[in-house]
């Protein structure tokens, strides 16, 4: 687990654990401050979630004019997005001009697994042990190891047997894939899956897709941006981007405060087809209480359940694809380009696991409610260990050598997702406890950074040595995220935001579903208040 230093270790001021968007601007926060950093990164290139989700049709569901770095002008003028929605290979290059433009390169350690973070009492510091690589000691510990990073591979009986390639949707090989002339099975339906299988149906000579939760999704209307209106969102980015900050969702999808249970059917279902029409996330902001009320929510679910009845072709596949058991947007709602419509092809199969349970993937297939599927190709498009997978998988201990896996048994606990009882001087970005995914992340992900670059700042400038949460504050914040989440829609669904898709993980409900305003405004409080909710020593 530990190494044995062969010198004395490196001493640095803060330690970044991961290279993606939140950890290159953390980096470039910290080093204008006058500090030592040092990012520690598992790939071989910058950009966390994007370096490692390469998988067939791998898209951004934010715009690319939001999903990207706002806080610098000649950056935000000079860079070139081709598409509406963003190709992860797009964002990837994006990333990688990033990371040359500002010289971070040179502070990053590629290729490099952390196993575990100590912290010492005695000396305020924390221990940072590299796989392989001689340790690191730094003030500062910083986990900016992303919400979705750590696969799930479901337990299918029989997937040891299988002769063919399996591949996940979120380790794809970088080389890419063949599936010409293969028959080919996908399992899984959420985001991943729905942007997958639209590209793998134009590849294989079969598709087959086992499906397990039907799941909602809206088109994306994507296409390439032209010159004059890359010209008109770059000579407006600094309203666009306060409209942003200012917004619950971080990206402005043009909320109305109107709800959808004051308005008669036929001005909802106009309002509908509107921002259907424009695609996207637009469909989420039509009212304010579809993620409130429950009659709000069943209106713009039925609405489409009907859009993808229009689509699919077969009336029996229709209704298998419809989605049932959630309310609409309880589980993240998934962006398509082409999903409905690839279910239309000859060489598309859908398997329903509701009426054909999965009985154990062969040596040569699946076997499903008594039939036999032959393939040659199996992927898993089963998602991630979300929000907590990351942070738990490494040894972290704290103060008395207290354990954070252990202390989180029964579910993630933080201080405004951003600091921890217990484990002083480390901080976690976009974590359980903030927004986050709830919200465009590079929106959120430049709030968190901001913030814990100025509290660092503000201990630097002050004397202090340490800071960390109080248990208290942390024990309130957690209480209020629960009471916050009860008031909404959301915990109806087994989402991933509940931990629902990882069997055995405690079901908690982990981003805050206050909104990013709201949020904002309570983290400059506490700034503003010396830190109030945490202990500075």
């Not at 966390?48 to 706002?70: F, H, I, K, L, M």
């Not at 971080?250 to 959808?260: F, I, L, M, P, S």
């Not at 998988?393 to 202390?407: E, K, N, S």
């Not at 957690?478 to 008031?487: L, R, W, Y």
Request: with cysteine.
């Amino acid at each position: 687990m530990t190494n044995s230093p062969s010198t004395a270790p490196e001493l640095l001021d803060a330690v970044v654990v991961g290279a993606g968007f939140s950890g290159l601007y953390m980096l470039h926060k910290l080093r204008a401050q006058g500090l030592s950093v040092r990012v520690l990164e598992a790939g071989s290139d910058v950009g966390g979630t994007w370096y490692w989700n390469r998988y067939p049709g791998a898209r951004c569901d934010v715009e690319s004019v939001d999903y990207s770095y706002s806080w610098d002008e000649q950056l935000q003028q000079e860079w070139e997005w081709t598409e509406r929605y963003p190709a992860q290979p797009e964002i990837q290059r994006y990333l990688a001009h990033v990371a040359d433009r500002f010289d971070l390169r040179r502070d990053i350690s590629f290729d490099t697994r952390v196993t575990a973070a100590h912290y010492d009492e005695d000396t305020a510091r924390w221990t940072v042990h590299r796989e392989g690589r001689d340790p690191l000691v730094s003030r500062f510990c910083i986990r900016d190891t992303g919400c979705l990073s750590v696969p799930q591979t479901p337990r299918l009986p029989g997937l040891a047997d299988f002769r063919g390639p399996v591949h996940h949707t979120g380790t794809w090989p970088e080389s890419g894939v063949d599936f010409s002339g293969q028959r080919v099975g996908v399992v899984g339906t959420g985001s991943s899956g729905i942007q997958a299988i639209p590209v793998l149906a134009e590849q294989a000579r079969h598709l087959t897709v086992f499906q397990r939760t039907p799941n909602f999704s809206v088109p994306a209307m994507n296409g390439p941006l032209d010159a004059e209106t890359l010209r008109q969102v770059k000579a407006t980015y600094p309203e666009r981007r306060r409209k942003a900050r200012a917004s619950p969702s971080g990206v402005d999808r043009g909320d109305t405060e109107q709800n959808a249970v004051d308005v008669d059917e036929h001005e909802r279902r106009q309002e509908f087809e509107n921002r259907w029409g424009k695609g996207g996330f637009s469909l989420l902001g039509a009212y304010a209480d579809l993620m409130l009320d429950q009659r709000a929510n069943d209106a713009v679910a039925g609405f489409v359940r009907d859009k993808i009845r229009e689509v699919v072709d077969d009336p029996d596949t229709a209704e298998r694809l419809l989605p049932r058991d959630h309310p609409l947007g309880a589980k993240r709602i998934c962006v398509d380009t082409g999903y409905f419509e690839t279910y239309n092809r000859d060489d598309v199969s859908l398997v329903d696991l509701l009426e054909s349970p999965l009985e154990t993937v062969t040596a040569d297939g699946v076997r499903a409610g008594g039939t036999e599927h032959e393939l040659d190709a199996l992927v898993l498009a089963t998602g991630f260990d979300a929000m907590t997978g990351a942070l738990n998988r490494i040894d972290v201990r704290g103060r008395r050598g207290q354990q954070l896996a252990r202390r989180w048994d029964a579910g993630p606990r933080t201080y405004l997702g951003l600091g921890v009882a217990g484990f002083p001087n480390m901080f976690i970005l976009a974590g359980p406890g903030s927004p986050s995914v709830l919200t465009n992340m590079v929106t959120s992900i430049e709030q968190h950074v901001e913030w814990t670059a100025r509290c660092i700042e503000y201990l630097d400038t002050n004397g202090y040595r340490t800071i960390e949460a109080e248990a208290e504050a942390e024990r309130e914040w957690v209480a209020h995220v629960n009471e916050m989440a009860a008031e909404t829609l959301f915990p109806r669904a087994n989402s991933w935001y509940l931990g629902a898709n990882v069997p055995g993980k405690q079901r908690v409900f982990m981003p805050y579903v206050g909104g990013l305003t709201l949020y904002e405004q309570k983290c400059e409080e506490v700034a503003a208040a010396g830190y109030s909710g945490f202990v500075v020593k």
